[in-house]
């Protein structure tokens, strides 16, 4: 069975030094619940807190309505897998998985059924038998899911599970956790810090910096309005250019520097007021042109990367800025380096972000902090 998790005002300290300064979150009943964030945000310090190997020092963790702020770690039923996989190196496969449930009221017959059962489903009954040392990274990381997956765990906690295997292994690994986390539906908190991760895998993500939450929410939401600059900048690429927003009414435009303009509807209604802005656009809402006539900001390009399908621009504006463009590779050539171009802006889909502040100015950003709060 599993539960929700519910942190109020969560507190952590080291000495004199405050990592987590006051976090509340809550994660749902068989949610797929990622953290993500750069290497020291307090994401890895926010699981052992909710594991029991971090003390805390403020706020209240709950399972469903049972507090476990004082619970000991091996009463709270978690399941744990780590970065390093953590199996042991003198048991083989079966005795791994079965160790669990060895030291639970286990009927004997009942633990290899279950130790079986849970081989099946990671795909590694196969190598039953086998010492961890003649199994791939991948395979390891199975048997570290199966052990934990065994003992019928309330939650799994998993930390920073795919960072030691390669690239190709990665994209398999977490196509596997999430098909295991669907079937099983297990709540399930993932600690990473591989944004393209998290957004494969999570049904909501918490993007986390200084041991702050500055945006949760659904993947889609996340990426396509995110909270603040330091969200449009960690979730996937962006181009952040200075610019102006003008406001007549209801109506809304970005301006360049250069006097272009294009409109930006979604404009949040208490936002709409001249000011200067941070416009943060994907390397796909910067279109390119080679027609210098129209409208437009000029650029130069400075280097090209083909790669099949898209090929990567990297050109300096006239305003001095610099940014990526992703375009559909041409059938007939890649635009060479000191080509001039102009670019326009696909303003529907672009964010503006308030100068001083940092925080988004349009519609539709679902912060689910803010909503509950």
């Known amino acids: 069975m599993s539960v929700g998790i519910q942190i109020q005002n969560a507190v952590k300290r080291y000495g004199d030094k405050t990592i987590i300064p006051d976090l509340s979150v809550e994660i749902h009943n068989g949610e797929f619940f990622t953290l993500l964030g750069p290497s020291g945000c307090g994401k890895t310090t926010l699981l052992r807190m909710i594991a029991g190997f971090n003390t805390i020092e403020g706020g209240d963790f709950y399972f469903n309505d049972r ?7 091996g009463k709270r039923n978690i399941g744990m897998v780590f970065q390093n996989y953590a199996i042991f190196p003198n ?13 639970r009221p286990v009927p004997r017959d009942q633990i290899r059924s279950e130790a079986e059962k849970f081989m099946k489903l990671v795909h590694v009954d196969e190598y039953a ?8 990274g991948g395979q390891q990381q199975r048997v570290a899911l199966a052990r934990a997956l065994v003992i019928r765990p309330d ?4 930390d920073e599970p795919l960072s030691n295997l390669d690239a190709k292994l990665r994209v ?5 956790i999430k098909g295991i986390q669907r079937d099983v539906g297990i709540t399930t908190v993932y600690v990473t810090h591989d944004q393209e991760e998290a957004m494969a895998i999570s049904d909501r993500i918490a993007v986390m910096s200084d041991g702050v939450i500055r945006h949760c929410g659904k993947p889609k939401d996340i990426y396509q309005r995110p909270a603040d600059l330091f969200v449009a900048t960690f979730i996937g690429k962006s181009n952040l250019i200075h610019a102006e927003l003008v406001c007549e009414g209801a109506s809304c435009r970005v301006r360049f520097a250069n006097g272009y303009s294009e409109e930006m509807p979604d404009v949040a209604e208490a ?12 390397p796909e809402e910067l279109l390119v042109h080679t027609d210098l006539s129209g409208a437009g900001v000029g650029a130069v390009i400075k280097d090209s990367v083909f790669l099949g399908l898209n090929t990567h621009y990297f050109v300096e504006m006239e305003t001095g ?16 380096p000191g080509t001039k171009v102009r670019l326009t802006l696909n ?10 502040s940092g925080r988004s100015l349009m519609r539709g950003v679902h912060n689910e902090l803010e909503v509950d709060a």
């Open 155 to 158: 939650v799994l906690l998993m």
């Open 321 to 336: 800025e610099e940014a990526e463009i992703i375009q559909e590779s041409r059938i007939d050539s890649i635009l060479n």
């Open 129 to 136: 038998d086998r010492m961890p040392d003649r199994l791939s």
């Open 67 to 73: 507090r476990i702020n004082d619970m000991d770690p």
């Open 172 to 176: 398999e690994m977490r196509t596997v």
């Open 271 to 282: 936002a709409r007021r001249n000011r200067k802005i941070v416009l943060s656009a994907r």
């Open 347 to 356: 303003a529907v889909k672009a964010n503006a972000f308030d100068s001083e």
């Open 91 to 103: 048991m083989t496969v079966r005795k791994n998985v079965e160790f669990g449930l060895k030291n």
